[in-house]
């Protein structure tokens, strides 16, 4: 199962840009979402989720209060609202559905493989 991450872009240190994960062929209705990212020459990151009902999100310490996940069933869209960027969160951003996800933590498959081109994102003055 692929999702398409987007809106991306080049952003200003303390600037905002609101990314989006759309599914095709798949509803993300009943299903978990979270998204990831990776720097250059580092690792994948996992950073927020949303779990099946909207209600139970999760955020890793770096992003918390600046970074607000939700989600539209009715589009079929997860939307990750990134405020007061820092140098720090440029990346290329990914989604993926069906993870753990509670309010502490998030875990996604060690054999998921299906992260798509991602989105990326650039803070620089």
């Known amino acids: 199962v692929q999702l398409q991450a987007s809106g991306g872009g080049l952003v200003q240190p303390g600037g905002s840009l609101r990314l989006s994960c759309a599914a095709s062929?798949?509803?993300?209705?009943?299903?978990?979402v979270g998204w990831f990212r990776q720097a250059p020459g580092r690792g994948r990151e996992a950073i927020s989720c949303?779990?099946?009902?909207?209600?139970?999100?999760y955020y890793v310490e770096s992003v918390k209060g600046r970074f607000t996940i939700s989600r539209d069933d009715a589009k079929n869209t997860v939307y990750l609202q990134m405020n007061s960027l820092k140098p720090s969160d440029m990346a290329v951003y990914y989604c993926?559905?069906?993870?753990?996800?509670?309010?502490?933590?998030?875990?996604?498959?060690?054999?998921?493989?299906?992260w798509g081109q991602g989105t990326l994102v650039t803070v620089s003055s």
């Open positions: 993926a559905p069906d993870l753990l996800c509670t309010e502490s933590t998030m875990r996604i498959s060690d054999i998921y493989d299906d």
């Open positions: 062929g798949f509803t993300f209705d009943y299903r978990s």
């Open positions: 949303i779990d099946y009902s909207g209600h139970v999100t």
